[in-house]
């Protein structure tokens, strides 16, 4: 045993001095151009709806509310339940195949402009920049002695970092209980336990991913890094150094174009804006998110020397080896047939969704009662549950056997919107039309204002056979 | 040789990534599980029958969502343990 061990604890030391090398700082240099542009605005777009969305007001209630403490979501007009749980997984794939489709055709377009880790990263660099200064700024003062200064910048950062990360937190719960009630608690400091632990939880995620994980999401917990390289072919986009025109690579006087040397000027700014701290000219990394801040700085250098832009940039692997680009292949076909029918699947039956849920619970103390009469008696609750955004009436009857009654009050059940109602009916019939000990029965239930609301519930009669 | 190779790298990985593996499939996978099982299950239900009428809908779903992520911890946690090399088998007819 022992002499096993041995190897393992002396390897322990360099293990873990790696471990240290390999965590670098990586300190993205701002960049401005197209892609940065179209990046800022995505990552404006998207705060925006997130931290926008849960406040504006639809009908009397909050525009997007997933309530779980009352198990219903509102989006807009409608109000889904559990019971449209399809219409979830339903959205949920057609996410999914809709990232397909892009990765194939655009590789990681996902990554570089719309995925959170990337937004909320983008949005602590600016706060990062804004508060520590440029990349120079920050690494000198990571390298200086702790002083009064350096704290007092760091104590800042941090201080909105946290703030940020809250509002985060309280804006994420705020999707899940309505927002205006939760900020009057919140100012009222009367902040429920699970509201304030999940409040501080995805606060906490917001900053340890964005401020200090960065990354180190994309390289080591996405689960869509390890995988994309698999939807790309040789006509997806890529972004790509020209190593034909870039090598061999060399510093040179301005404006000058030295013979015997490619376009690369090896000023390492790809490098020094790659928020993942790769090098492009290393070729296709599955580390690179795509985010094209390589091909801005590399034109704007190219621009200052003269050259043609485009030494890095979008292209696929066809182009780059001078053959011709199909945009539209089995694959791309593939994912958009699949992805236009289920979007329409979707949509077909979120339109023609009935409003209205029946569930039929019998009565679990007898299975039958005789009446005076001699009627056979089966007592049932409806739930019924009105998923429309009115309140409306409704009528119950039921039919399946002969002669058979309704009693209760089954008519004109009034059940406010988003609410359920038990309605206590009896059903009598008389034995000798009962042709077995369980006939099956249809109640109906349907509504007086909208005719869409309208079902048809099988039960069980049970009864003695004569 | 190349098991050796294999289980070298296994252990030189960096502990970020060896406690992601742990927390971070579980965390994946108790989102869904929560999600899945409280599509059928009510918490507060739940609550009822398990004799506390006090826990809420909100603090059913987060002590379902921490129960099932530990659960997932405790499964990844079992697969990284047993996927440690074993000390070669010591085999005694060759030795004599």
Redesign the interface.
């Known amino acids: 045993m022992s002499t096993d061990k041995q190897p393992a604890s002396a390897n322990e030391a360099p293990v873990e001095q790696e471990l240290y090398k390999k965590r670098q700082k990586i300190y993205p240099r701002e960049v401005h151009g197209v892609f940065a542009l179209l990046r800022n605005l995505a990552m404006l777009a998207l705060l925006g709806l997130f931290y926008g969305l849960c406040w504006i007001q639809w009908n009397g209630h909050q525009a997007v509310l997933f309530d779980l403490p009352a198990r219903k979501f509102y989006i807009f007009g409608w109000t889904f339940w559990p019971q449209d749980f399809f219409f979830l997984t339903l959205l949920l794939i057609i996410s999914a195949l809709a990232l397909f489709f892009f990765t194939a055709l655009a590789g990681r377009l996902w990554c570089g402009f719309a995925c959170p880790q990337t937004v909320w990263t983008e949005i602590f660099l600016w706060f990062e920049r804004k508060i520590e200064g440029s990349r120079q700024k920050q690494i000198k003062l990571d390298k200086a002695p702790m002083s009064a200064r350096k704290f007092g910048i760091k104590a800042s950062k941090h201080a909105v970092w946290l703030l940020f990360s809250l509002w985060t937190g309280f804006t994420f719960v705020g999707y899940f209980t309505p927002i205006k009630e939760l900020w009057d608690s919140m100012l009222a400091l009367t902040l429920g336990p699970w509201e304030t632990f999940w409040i501080l939880f995805y606060g906490f995620a917001t900053y340890g991913n964005a401020g200090w994980m960065r990354e180190q999401v994309c390289i080591y917990m996405c689960p869509y890094a390890r995988f994309q390289s698999a939807m790309f072919d040789k006509n997806t986009l890529i972004i790509s150094y020209d190593e034909k025109r870039g090598e061999p690579r060399g510093s040179r006087k301005r404006g000058t174009r030295p013979a015997e040397k490619g376009d690369c000027i090896d000023c390492g700014l790809c490098v020094q804006v790659c928020p993942t701290g790769i090098d492009i000219r290393d070729g296709l990394q599955y580390q690179c998110i795509g985010c094209a801040a390589c091909i801005d700085i590399c034109d704007d250098v190219m621009d200052k020397m003269g050259y043609e832009k485009g030494l890095v940039k979008y292209t696929t692997e066809n182009a780059l080896s001078g053959k011709h680009v199909r945009l539209l292949r089995p694959r791309v076909i593939f994912y958009s047939m699949l992805l236009l029918l289920l979007t329409a699947g979707l949509i077909y039956g979120i339109a023609t969704r009935v409003p209205l849920e029946v569930n039929i619970i019998r009565d679990r103390n007898a299975l039958f009662n005789t009446t005076n009469e001699g009627l056979v008696e089966n007592v049932y609750t409806l739930k019924v549950i009105n998923m429309d955004s009115e309140p409306r009436t409704f009528d119950v009857s039921v039919t399946g056997i002969e002669g058979m009654k309704l009693l209760g009050d089954t008519e004109a059940v009034r059940v406010e919107t988003g609410a359920v109602k038990d309605v206590l009916v009896r059903v009598h019939a008389d034995p000798v039309n009962l042709k077995s000990r369980s006939s099956e029965i249809e109640f109906h239930v349907e509504s007086r204002e909208n005719p869409d609301a309208k079902v048809e519930e099988n039960g069980r009669f049970l009864g003695p056979v004569l | 040789m190349s098991n050796d190779t294999q289980a070298?790298t296994e252990?030189?990985l960096?502990?970020?990534?060896r406690i992601?593996s742990v927390l971070?499939p579980s965390f994946?996978v108790a989102s869904l599980a929560t999600v899945l099982f409280f599509?059928?299950f009510?918490p507060q239900e739940l609550g009822m029958l398990a004799g506390l009428p006090e826990v809420?809908?909100?603090?059913g779903?987060?002590i379902g969502f921490f129960f099932f992520w530990f659960m997932g911890a405790l499964g990844c946690a079992l697969t990284c343990y047993f996927r440690k090399p074993c000390?070669?088998r010591i085999r005694t007819d060759q030795a004599d």
Not at chain 2, 14 to 17: A, D, S
Not at chain 2, 56 to 59: D, K, L, N, S
């Open positions: 070298q252990h030189n960096p502990v970020v990534q992601i971070w994946l599509v059928v009510d809420t809908r909100t603090g779903y987060t000390p070669p």
